[in-house]
């Protein structure tokens, strides 16, 4: 059980395009699942933390308008990344727990911005 | 906010030597403690936890101690396999941010065969 999983699981696309970035719990419902960053050699970033029914609560310093999080479902939350720049290029990964505490990772996505 | 300090940054050993990785973090309130193991280019995976109401834990090859007063806590992996290799992630959370992960900066293992 407590399966994550995420789609696409890369891509690519030029400055400027909007990209969106799917997170789902396979076998369990959650209520709460937690958007990370990570760039090449270092650790795991808080980005967001996405709230089903409610708007999305985000960390310092990073901006709700450019990254999008919308958490329709009890077994899925979308992150888009609006208006992509290089610097955005990334691997996204997201987690979700069956009972909150216990966190499971989804396989993440590594976006390139051309 | 809660801040978490991982050492050592690189870790290299023998295989069948023993590794230990160590955290500190600085909320009094944080009360969940899991390790991750991250292999190149996947997922985080998360191998052993503990919560605050345990000093210590233990599956197998690997364990985890905790020290609640001095506020860190290690992981303990013994009898080391090549396969073992890998980024090792601690993490904190508890208090009000439940299920929120602050992470520590990540150690690479390396075990020669």
């Known amino acids: 059980g407590a399966v994550v999983s995420q789609h696409p699981s890369w891509v690519i696309c030029k400055s400027g395009t909007s990209v969106k970035i799917e997170c789902r719990s396979l076998d369990f419902q959650a209520t709460t699942m937690f958007w990370y960053r990570q760039f090449p050699k270092q650790s795991l970033m808080l980005m967001a933390t996405?709230?089903?029914?409610?708007?999305?609560?985000?960390e310092q310093g990073v901006e709700k308008d450019k990254f999008l999080i919308n958490h329709a479902s009890l077994t899925l939350s979308t992150l888009t990344v609006t208006s992509a720049h290089p610097e955005d290029s990334s691997f996204y990964i997201c987690?979700?727990?069956?009972?909150?505490?216990?966190?499971?990772f989804g396989p993440g996505t590594r976006l390139l911005v051309l | 906010g809660e801040n978490v300090e991982q050492h050592p940054s690189t870790l290299s050993v023998q295989e069948g030597d023993s590794a230990v990785i160590k955290c500190t973090y600085s909320d009094s309130a944080s009360n969940y403690f899991p390790w991750y193991k991250q292999e190149l280019g996947k997922r985080p995976q998360l191998i052993i936890d503990i919560r605050s109401n345990v000093g210590e834990k233990k599956d197998q090859r690997i364990a985890v101690t905790l020290n609640k007063t001095a506020k860190h806590f290690s992981l303990h992996i013994t009898e080391t396999q090549p396969e073992d290799s890998a980024v090792y992630f601690c993490a904190v959370a508890g208090g009000t941010s439940y299920g929120k992960l602050t992470f520590g900066q990540g150690t690479i293992l390396t075990v020669h065969p």
């Open positions: 996405s709230n089903e029914g409610s708007k999305a609560t985000y």
């Open positions: 987690s979700a727990g069956p009972r909150g505490e216990t966190q499971y």
